[in-house]
């Protein structure tokens, strides 16, 4: 099977049922396959071939789904661009992904016309609203174009979707996914998830991040109806849920506070959902019960990776009701169905239950490999197994618990000291919300361990407070020798915090 495939069976099977919903419009199944043969169409059109780049910078929406799926149809490669980059930010992701062109939505006019320049570099422009940027219009293109079923020829291990990393570690990399790989994916899901028909989930993170395109194609695969919104906002996302009578989505941690900290909570109606799925951090057992009592529903943790396409771990419903959930919340959950993880060390050797080393991973979600990056490419996939830069440890009902990254950990007076432990300590302290440690050049240590944290508004704390408390909870070594306070901190789309980021500002002890 290929991507396509997905689409005309749930065509076939379901052809009269909702789809999509977007804003007003509601598409059934034999219109969105109507449309993005339509699409795939207009793209052959203007030249498009077998792995050639289209980069998209577009909202949450309907358009959105049909491009990932009529340039599969074609063989082509989409680039998903993330809209909350710069403008020099994405001129080097067109140019490094070589693009021949670009389907981009008005919200994004201003970024748009930064790009002028670089824009004239790729050979066609669609969008809508952008017809003063030379935009060839978008609906009007799909008027014009047949309905026609476009059948190419090519295997299920050509790539789908070259998807940028969110780059916490370093420069983002062109992340490699073939149509095996993806389906590999969206089986695993509907088949940990139990998705059908009824389900109504709504796409509220966004669909440049290969978290929220997994749960589409899960959905359009079991037949159910994806519902859009542009973009992540409490109202508009508790509208909604009441209004489509929503049955799952996926949101990250600080979604979820957002949500809670709603002083008009109560008056929506989320009585439909039946799970709320998360993910890019654990949620905290203080989170978890208020989450749990607003909207009396279940939960589930899904951890992944874009290189994975992306799951490879669950912290089931079943888990969050444990009398173990205490202990559980703090894992990433178990592997999930049609994937292998094992814990090495820096050989790749597999080390005992409760040893930390390296989460490494196999199987048929792990990508292709990175787009002209053959050196990391194969240290990455090294020995067959996927490398994930994650430390981590197995306990003995093969739950596995985050330690740091590997990147992250800190080598001070030559011991290992992994950031997440002095996180969780300082965490506790009632004066903190949120805490990301770094290591900091030190003259005598090599490295310092430096705590910058993001206060409790009203709960007067000061760097000796931190110092002192670290003192009574911490090894010696791995205590923080300074601590800055913040407003914010720097973070991805999934929230969690750019450590990369910080060591650009303090790494030289500042």
């Known amino acids: 099977m290929r991507l396509q495939d997905i689409l005309s069976r749930a065509a076939k099977f379901y052809g009269d049922r909702v789809a999509c919903v977007c804003g007003q419009e509601r598409i059934r199944y034999g219109e969105f396959m109507d449309r993005v043969n339509r699409l795939a169409d207009g793209l052959l059109r203007r030249g498009v071939r077998q792995g050639e780049r289209i980069a998209a910078l577009l909202p949450n929406c309907h358009r959105f789904g049909e491009l990932y799926l009529a340039t599969a149809k074609l063989g082509a490669v989409l680039v998903p661009l993330n809209m909350r980059l710069s403008s020099q930010d994405l001129i080097r992701l067109i140019r490094n992904s070589e693009a021949v062109g670009l389907v981009a939505a008005s919200q994004f006019r201003e970024t748009l016309r930064a790009m002028a320049g670089a824009l004239s570099e790729v050979r066609f422009r669609i969008g809508w609203g952008l017809q003063e940027e030379g935009f060839e219009e978008y609906e009007k293109m799909m008027a014009a174009s047949s309905p026609r079923w476009i059948d190419s020829d090519f295997d299920d291990g050509e790539v789908a979707i070259q998807m940028y990393t969110s780059g916490t570690t370093g420069a983002p990399k062109g992340v490699l996914l073939t149509h095996r790989n993806l389906l590999a994916n969206t089986l695993t899901g509907i088949f940990e998830r139990r998705f059908s028909c009824q389900d109504v989930f709504l796409n509220a993170a966004p669909m440049y991040h290969i978290a929220d395109v997994e749960y589409f194609l899960q959905i359009l695969s079991a037949g159910g109806a994806n519902v859009f919104i542009p973009r992540f906002d409490p109202q508009l996302f508790l509208e909604t849920v009441q ?14 506070h957002d949500l809670l900290a709603r002083p008009d909570l109560d008056r929506y109606n989320t009585s439909s959902l039946r799970v709320i799925y998360y993910g890019g951090a654990n949620l905290s057992p203080e989170l978890f ?42 894992s990433c959950g178990r592997p999930a169905f049609n994937v292998e993880i094992r814990i090495v060390d820096e050989q790749g050797r597999e080390l005992p239950r409760g040893q930390v080393g390296e989460i490494a991973v196999r199987g048929p979600n792990v990508m292709k490999g990175y ?31 985050l330690v740091d990254r590997k990147k992250d950990m800190i080598k001070s007076g030559g011991e290992n000291i992994f950031s997440r432990e002095v996180e969780e300590a300082i965490s506790s302290h009632p004066a903190v919300k949120e805490v990301a440690v770094i290591g900091v050049t030190d003259e005598r240590w090599g490295e310092a361990v430096k705590a910058i944290i993001l206060p409790k508004e009203g709960i007067p704390c000061s760097e000796k407070d931190i110092l002192e408390y670290c003192h009574r909870n911490l090894a010696g070594f791995k205590q923080p020798k300074s601590v800055t306070f913040v407003s914010s901190l720097p973070r991805n789309i999934t929230g969690k915090v750019l450590k990369t980021e910080l060591r650009k500002i303090y790494g030289k002890g500042g």
Not at 305 to 328: F, G, N, Q, W
């Open 371 to 401: 787009w002209r990056m053959e050196e990391e490419t194969q240290r990455t996939l090294r020995g067959g197994w996927l490398h994930t830069g994650d430390l981590g440890r197995m306990d003995e009902e093969d739950f596995i618990f």
């Open 243 to 256: 209004k489509e009578s929503v049955t799952c989505t996926w949101i990250v941690p600080t979604m979820i």
């Open 289 to 330: 019960g208020k989450a749990r009592k607003a909207f009396s529903c279940q939960f589930s943790l899904g951890f992944g990776l874009t290189e994975a396409s992306p799951i490879i771990s669950m912290l089931r419903p079943e888990d969050h009701e444990s009398e173990e959930v205490e202990r559980r919340l703090r």
